[in-house]
């Protein structure tokens, strides 16, 4: 039997500021990457996405290996509204 390999998860967030002030921007973190977006839009992207990483460093969690429920409330308590299924 050969042996099988275990495929280790990765997770990352990915966000895209789609309004623009002319400037490219990217910014690429610990599981983020953030492109696009006006300053001020980039710079909230930016702060939510370093929240999250801090909330689920204190709770011992990866973003690969948190459940989903626990995502939806990390993301609510750093002010990320989950949109209504269409």
């Known amino acids: 039997m050969a042996n099988a390999k275990k495929t280790k998860r990765k997770a990352a967030l990915i966000g895209l500021g789609l309004?623009?002030?002319?400037?490219?921007?990217?910014?690429?973190?610990?599981?983020?990457?953030?492109?696009?977006?006006?300053?001020?839009?980039?710079?909230?992207?930016?702060?939510?996405?370093?929240?999250?990483?801090?909330?689920?460093?204190?709770?011992?969690?990866?973003?690969?290996?948190?459940?989903?429920?626990e995502f939806d409330d990390i993301a609510h308590e750093v002010g990320l509204k989950k949109l209504p299924a269409k």
């Not at 696009?36 to 290996?65: C, P, S, W």
């Open 19 to 69: 309004d623009t002030d002319g400037h490219k921007r990217v910014t690429k973190g610990d599981n983020f990457l953030l492109v696009g977006g006006t300053h001020e839009t980039h710079e909230v992207m930016t702060e939510q996405a370093i929240k999250i990483n801090e909330k689920l460093k204190a709770r011992g969690k990866q973003l690969e290996t948190v459940s989903r429920a």
